[in-house]
């Protein structure tokens, strides 16, 4: 199982895995929490709760979930 504190460490273990250094993987960790932010705003319909109400995920952190997909298609 990888543990996601070793692959930030490890510039090498990061780039062998998901092909990316630990630099470039938390840049696009910013991006996509952006992007995602703006996705969730954007496809939400009339909902009675606020944002963030409701049940929560099981991938908590944005960084978690790039890291989820980028381990998927690899």
């Known amino acids: 199982m990888i543990n996601k504190e070793r ?3 490890d510039n090498r273990l990061c780039k062998a895995i998901i092909g990316l250094s ?3 993987l938390k840049n696009l ?3 996509f929490s952006a992007c995602y932010l ?3 705003k954007k496809n939400r319909k009339d909902h ?3 944002m963030g ?3 929560k995920g099981f991938i ?3 960084l978690d979930k790039l890291l989820f997909i980028l ?3 690899c």
């Open 7 to 9: 692959l930030l460490r």
């Open 22 to 24: 630990v630099e470039e």
């Open 29 to 31: 960790a910013a991006e």
């Open 38 to 40: 703006i996705y969730r």
């Open 48 to 50: 009675e709760r606020q």
């Open 53 to 55: 109400a409701g049940q």
């Open 60 to 62: 908590p952190t944005p």
């Open 71 to 73: 381990l998927w298609l």
